[in-house]
């Protein structure tokens, strides 16, 4: 019985997506399985090591007796194909299992559709699972989907990049390249990648147009961040929010030893946004323009492109399993 009840509660929220905030009822007038897909990276974070979050997506259809199937990436970017697919095959729950590469891809394939997204995430960072509450694969990931609530949030754009947490270039968009080539990560991947970046990266001068306005800024790193953090609790833009119409972007200038240090450490206080050399700019829609074409990164993905970049807002374009609060 507690199985069927379950799997009601599924099918309530699946007909109550359109209304995001309404407290979803315990019984549905239908008892068909709620139809899922999860999309495993077999090559995520721990997956490489220790593939048990496959199991436990197996044990997870059984016990709460899902109409749900499971299938792996294989190659870049095939987490976005799986996800349009699931959305053709009628799928009203599609999951994530991997990290921010594979939470940006299939959360990309989502984009405006009437599927809802899941997260389990299980990578280096996992920046974004982090902001909304879903910090870990055993902090109740997997009840959220079913238990949690489904809310609209806002999405990024950049020069055909789709970003959910943060888009980067600079110091941030190195480390990204950098850190693409380890085959160890974690955070300490991002320490051995970042201390000799550190040293060796120059500022970018660009220039932020937003809203008719002109900013010159010497960026050492420059963030446009849809969340507050990262990853890894490092929150640079303390107190943003992803379903407020506005980025927060923010320009770090070169530093010495001493004072990344302190930004380091303002980074886990929640304090990073009382640092007056930072620039910070609210925005829906920014151009970017920098002296020469390079990288920059989306959601820690890194991605060759122009030296102007056009970044955008897509309002309310996705929604995704969060936590409610007896489960956070």
């Known amino acids: 019985m507690g199985g069927i009840a379950r ?36 090559y995520s974070g721990r997956n490489r090591k220790n593939p048990y979050l496959y199991d436990r997506a ?36 599609v999951v994530a299992i991997g990290g921010d590469g594979t939470m940006n891809e299939v959360a990309d394939g989502l984009i405006g559709t ?21 910090r870990k694969p055993g902090h109740g990931a997997f009840r959220t989907l079913l238990h949690g609530k489904p809310i609209p949030i806002d999405t990024g754009l ?15 968009a190195d480390i990204a390249v950098r ?20 040293f060796s990266h120059d500022p970018e001068r660009c220039i932020v147009r937003q809203d008719g306005m002109a900013t010159p800024v010497d960026a050492f790193t420059l963030a446009v961040m849809n969340s507050d953090q990262y990853g890894n609790d490092a929150r640079v833009a303390p107190g943003a929010k992803m379903d407020d119409g506005h980025f927060n972007l923010v320009s770090v200038p070169r530093v010495g030893f001493f ?11 929640d304090s990073f946004d009382q640092i007056k050399a930072v620039t910070r700019i609210q925005g829906s829609e920014f151009v970017i323009e920098r002296e020469k074409p390079g990288w920059i990164h989306t959601d820690g993905e890194p991605r060759a492109t122009t030296s102007k970049l056009h970044v955008t807002l897509r309002p309310h374009s996705l929604r995704i399993m969060v936590p409610t609060g007896e489960l956070t």
């Open 7 to 42: 799997m009601q509660t599924a099918r309530g929220i699946v007909a109550n997506l359109l209304l995001p905030t309404t407290v979803f009822p315990s019984h549905a007038a239908t008892t068909t399985p709620l139809k899922v897909r999860f999309i495993f990276n077999p």
């Open 58 to 93: 197996v044990d997870f259809i059984a016990r709460e007796r899902l109409d749900g199937t499971i299938v792996a990436t294989e190659r870049p970017r095939h987490g976005t194909e799986l996800a349009r697919q699931a959305v053709d095959d009628g799928c009203a729950l």
């Open 114 to 134: 009437s599927a809802v997204f899941g997260l389990i995430p299980c990578g280096s960072g996992n920046g974004l699972g982090r902001h909304l509450g879903i």
């Open 158 to 172: 950049v020069n055909g990049f789709s970003f959910f947490n943060a888009m980067g270039l600079g110091f941030e």
């Open 179 to 198: 850190f693409s080539r380890q085959t160890n990560r974690g955070l300490a991947g991002y320490i051995r990648v970042g201390v000799p970046a550190f």
């Open 259 to 269: 004072g990344a240090c302190s930004m380091l450490y303002r980074l886990g206080t």
